[in-house]
């Protein structure tokens, strides 16, 4: 087997159930972070603590769209990975291996976000599926691998 065949069998593992959790729960607290530093700002400018119905519906859409930013920002410019991806070495790609425009990365988390608002499905569905793949995976047609 030489180099080159090692690498394309390398390039098509994918990414198990345990890695993606870990590599979301890092994620998460990055987000977090980010999250709190907004709330920090946006009190500070308006100087209120946002109780009317309205306001917390600005706030829910404001995290919403810090998610889907932080992810399409780090998958577009960081080749496939967040953060807590590298530490985890998984990325995303499409289904023939291809790099993915933001369209696509957009695509990937509104159903991410769509498939785990009904209980986390989106990664359970990975134990049924012989490819590892999410839900969001399928119908976005993306794929994680190890990137080791």
């Keep these: ?3 080159e065949d090692f690498e394309k069998q390398k390039i098509n593992i994918s990414a198990g159930f345990w890695r ?3 590599a979301l729960f890092y994620d998460s607290l990055l987000i977090t972070g980010i ?3 907004f709330l920090l700002i ?3 400018l308006f100087d209120k603590s ?3 119905p309205s306001e917390r519906l600005f706030l829910q859409i404001s995290y919403l769209f810090i ?3 932080f992810f399409t920002y780090f998958w577009k410019v960081n080749n496939g990975q967040t953060l807590g991806m590298q530490v985890w070495k998984i990325k995303v790609v499409g289904e023939t291996n291809e790099k993915l425009t ?3 990365l957009l695509k990937r988390c509104f159903f991410g976000f769509l498939f785990n608002i009904f209980f986390g499905i989106n990664y359970l569905y990975i134990f049924f599926n ?7 995976d399928i119908w976005s047609k993306t794929k994680v691998i190890r990137s080791d």
Excluded at 130 to 136: C, D, I, Q, W
């Design 1 to 3: 087997m030489t180099t």
């Design 20 to 22: 993606r959790i870990l």
């Design 35 to 37: 999250i709190i530093g």
């Design 42 to 44: 946006i009190t500070f």
């Design 50 to 52: 946002f109780e009317t």
């Design 67 to 69: 998610g889907f930013l």
């Design 102 to 104: 933001t369209g696509d």
């Design 130 to 136: 012989r490819e590892k793949k999410s839900l969001n």
